[in-house]
Nanobody, 125 residues
Framework: QLQLVESGGDLVQPGGSLRLSCVISGFTLDYYAIAWFRQAPGKEREGVSCISSSGRTILYTDSVKGRFTVSRDHAKNTVYLQMNSLKPEDTATYYC??????????????????WGKGTPVTVSS
């Protein structure tokens, strides 16, 4: 059964760093693009970053460019989101999601079938 489990969320001060993990089971990263989303209280969910199944396409939303880095470890079937220089506006629950696109370069933030349950990130002094 396909499953995604996020972890690594925490309370951190502005300017701090966190690394989120998305452990995937039931499928190989070669077949799925993995996207990170976040949703703050009272706001719509937004796509933050995406890495294609080929690894050749990596996307970031403008507000996190230069601060966040997505990566993956095939051996651990895990995708990471390294978040540096965190700001209060990064406060949200972060989700990873999987999009079926075997050995492809596609990354998208819509019509994604498989989701984790999220991990909360709070940036506050």
């Amino acid at each position: 059964q396909l499953q995604l489990v996020e972890s690594g969320g925490d309370l951190v001060q502005p300017g701090g760093s966190l690394r989120l993990s998305c452990v995937i089971s039931g499928f190989t990263l070669d077949y799925y693009a993995i996207a990170w989303f976040r949703q703050a209280p009272g706001k719509e969910r937004e796509g933050v970053s995406c890495i294609s199944s080929s690894g050749r396409t990596i996307l970031y939303t403008d507000s996190v460019k230069g601060r966040f880095t997505v990566s993956r470890d095939h051996a651990k079937n895990t995708v990471y989101l390294q978040m540096n220089s965190l700001k209060p506006e990064d406060t949200a629950t972060y989700y990873c999601a999987a999009d079926w696109t075997p050995y492809g370069d596609r990354c998208k933030y819509h019509d994604i079938e498989y989701w984790g349950k999220g991990t909360p990130v709070t940036v506050s002094s």
